[in-house]
């Protein structure tokens, strides 16, 4: 399991921070309580994520966040859940590494993963703010 949650880890955070900081790349330095409990999380609810996003229902949008595009609640209660945790990440990423200034910056990186990991059919959130089909 610990092995899980470091690869995890490693793909969610081991990218590069804008432009200034493209020769850089900033993680995780001390696992807390909050960010295990975030990945385990984000684990968890992987699948159901997956399924939501083939459905149409939840899409990736411009800010490194789910969206929902299906008002159910229990569609808005995952989707809370999700960008609950994505938050906690991204605040851990900018305040271990001394980039709280950059947190839209780290959002925007992530938002951008998402975009180009996202499968066919998927929505996702352009930067101009429209939303496509990938």
């Known amino acids: 399991m610990k092995k899980i949650i470091i690869l995890a880890l490693a793909c969610l955070i081991a990218l590069p921070v804008g432009q200034a900081l493209a020769q850089s790349k900033y993680s995780i330095k001390e696992m ?13 609810r992987y699948d159901v994520l997956g399924s939501l996003k083939s459905e149409g229902k939840i ?44 947190m839209g910056t780290i959002e925007k990186v992530f938002a951008q993963t998402q975009r180009d990991n996202a499968d066919a059919g998927e929505k996702i959130q352009l930067e101009d703010g429209s939303w496509i089909s990938k």
Do not use: F, H, M
């Open 59 to 102: 899409g990736e949008n411009n800010k490194g966040y789910v969206e929902t595009l299906s008002e159910t609640e229990e569609v808005v209660r995952i989707v809370n859940a999700e960008n609950k945790d994505r938050n906690v990440i991204y605040k851990t990423i900018a305040v271990q590494n001394g980039l709280t200034e950059a």
């Open 32 to 44: 807390t309580p909050e960010v295990k409990s975030a990945l385990e999380g984000r684990r968890d």
